[in-house]
């Protein structure tokens, strides 16, 4: 699971980070309000944890912004302010949890655990299909102009990343924390080579390719312009 954490704090930032980290999660840690805004609009995270009063846009804000974009992530609120009228301030501005500091660690994870567990329980989407690539995420299988496709299981977790964001780049360091669970580096070459290898399997052999090299950006799975 990937958090992003906006903490200015830098004890609290690197705390919160390692903490974490340890619990088996893979943070993210940004320091002011406007890195933060930008990695929640641009990259993917299970759950924002955000400190209220931030540098540059405060967190009540980027809440309010995050949803006006229609950004879903569930979102916890941390702040020193423990008055009723600023918990129901967080609450209304978007948020899903409100956090007082200080706290003990155990319950932050314990809130960010289940608040995980909510979003999971939403319906879940069955199939995912762009063109005559169709995949069934109950059943495991994946289908191109109705020819079974067999995948690895990274392969499927990487064709999944790609579906669900179809139409959007993704940078090799997102496909990285997302698949990998890594940081990229970029003396590998592990993201171009299972691209490559997928793409083999969903493409050769079909008129329309669907997954596309953006030279210096990263990968995308979308039809060619016409």
Do not use: C
């Amino acid at each position: 699971m990937r958090l992003l954490i906006v903490e200015d704090e830098v004890k609290t930032g690197d705390y919160l980070q390692q903490g974490f980290r340890e619990a088996g999660f893979n943070p993210v840690l940004a320091r002011n309000g406007l890195d933060g805004y930008h990695l929640a609009l641009t990259e993917h995270f299970d759950l924002l944890i955000l400190d209220v009063m931030l540098p540059d846009l405060d967190g009540l804000t980027m809440v309010k912004s995050l949803r006006q974009h229609g950004q879903l992530t569930p979102i916890l609120l941390l702040s020193a302010k423990d008055g009723v009228d600023d918990r129901v301030r967080g609450l209304e501005s978007g948020a899903d949890d409100y956090l007082i500091k200080p706290f003990a660690f155990t319950e932050l994870l314990a809130r960010v655990r289940t608040l995980l567990r909510r979003g999971q329980s939403a319906p879940a989407v069955e199939i995912l299909q762009i063109a005559d690539l169709q995949m069934d995420l109950l059943k495991r299988r994946v289908n191109r102009g109705g020819e079974k496709i067999t995948l690895t299981q990274k392969e499927f977790a990487l064709l999944e990343l790609l579906l669900r964001r179809q139409g959007e780049v993704l940078p090799r360091s997102l496909i990285a924390s997302q698949i990998w669970d890594m940081n990229f580096d970029s003396d590998t070459n592990v993201i171009d080579v299972a691209v490559k290898r997928l793409r083999a399997k969903v493409d050769d052999g079909f008129a329309v390719k669907l997954i596309h090299t953006v030279r210096g950006m990263g990968y995308t799975l979308d039809l060619p312009d016409a």
